[in-house]
């Protein structure tokens, strides 16, 4: 932030997994909707049996005996329930409470619905996630599962008999059924569905707005975008609990297991190979930047900027179009920005096309910012969407393309901003940008006396 105003489907790529060390291969995309490729095949982790006995790393979030960690919330925005006090959450509970057992069970281990009710809902909240859960179902029952409160992961009678063929029910279950029409991961790559009375098995990744989903070890969505049911306009939450849709019919869930994904294993899945990118810092010195290198370091194989220090520096090379990918560490408060298509001089935000914010906008200081000055934004002109940031002290994966006038932002796996500065007319305190119509300049590091830690810079020429 400046101081005078206050991420191709069908790639494949290896699934990286520090914790269990086995992951089925697929695809993943860059935090902004760029291919990330690498290839590799291992086995998925899977229960010893039936009797909810997690495989390596993961936790049981069904105990396979009573309803202890759930609850009964039906289709209901979280937004507001995020917005009670805790005495109104409380109350809204206990109201829902006779409807969530009269239609809940647990029998033989197993978690049942009788096609009626509120959904069972986790207590717990989560973020980036790898879920395993077993279910089987009955002819015509319609269910699904929420991800951070969000529908839904589809479950259907896949059958003509089923009547839903109209509405893609013959494509199998397992696709983001509320995605727009036409949306990536809407409808399921390949039927997979078992015959009725047998068990199906899902295994489903959730990394930032990103979705993978296999069903009966078969990839039946690859990767794609979940959208923000509620609000079309902005991302998937950062976190919210998982929910066990169902209308219909019986369900029948058992082997429930979750593992939470840490930051450093959720950047390098988003990331992937960085074929097609060429490192612009190398993690030993700072050949090849210009501009006041004596005010930043390198450090622990990053760039860093030194204290009560400053300035921009920026690549002795010029750049066009690109896509430059890289990962950021704030400290509180922390402070600097990206340089596009900067010219080597003056001030960023205004002669280069853009600063983009690299800002811990979640700081005390920073709770009245104007939008366009949180993290992510072009500052002064156009406003990211904030909360996707992880907590001060982890490492942040964020993927910058720039074509044309246009300019997209993702961060770790959510599209912050997209946006054509090509159109912005309006301008914090009106003041002009004179240099956004900018074609080409240098790419470079806005420091504001803040030690903000950048490593892996790579960047892949588009023209």
Known sequence: ?????????????????????????????????????????????????SSSVPPAGFTAIFNGKDLTGWYGLGHFDPRELWAMSPEERAKKREREMAEFQAHWR????ELVNDGAGSYATTEKEFGDIEFLIDYKTVPKADSGIYFRATPQVQIWDY???????????DKGSGGLWNNASGAPGKDPIVLADKPFGEWNHFRI????????????????????????????SRPLFPKGPIQLQTHGGEIRWQNVFLREIPAEEANRLLRGSDEG?????????????????????VRDGSIVCKENKGGTIYTKEEFSDFTVRLEFKLPPGGNNGLAIRYPGSGDTAYVGMCELQVLDDTAPQYAKLDPRQSHGSAYGMAAAHRGYLRP??????????????????????????????????????NRPHPGKDRTAGRFGFAGHSDPVMFRNIAMRRLK
């Open 1 to 49: 932030m400046k101081k005078t105003t206050s991420v191709g489907m069908i790639a494949a790529i290896v699934w990286v997994a520090t914790i269990i060390g086995s992951l089925t291969a697929g695809t993943l995309m860059g935090a902004d909707g760029s291919e990330a490729q690498e290839t590799a095949v291992s086995a998925e982790p899977r229960a010893q049996d």
């Open 106 to 109: 647990v029998e033989n281990g």
């Open 159 to 169: 059958t003509e008999e089923g009547g839903k063929w109209s509405i893609g029910a």
């Open 205 to 232: 990744l959730q990394i930032g707005s990103r979705t993978t989903v296999h069903l009966n070890d078969k990839p039946v969505v690859d990767n794609a975008i979940m959208g923000n049911y509620w609000d079309r």
């Open 277 to 297: 990118f060429d490192p612009i810092f190398k993690g030993r010195d700072l050949e090849g930047w210009e501009g006041p290198v004596e005010n930043y370091e």
């Open 392 to 429: 001060t002290g982890e490492w942040n994966y964020q993927e910058v393309t720039v074509i044309g006038s246009t300019i997209k932002v993702g961060l770790n796996g959510v599209v912050i901003l997209d946006t054509d500065l090509g159109k912005v007319t309006e301008y914090m305190a």
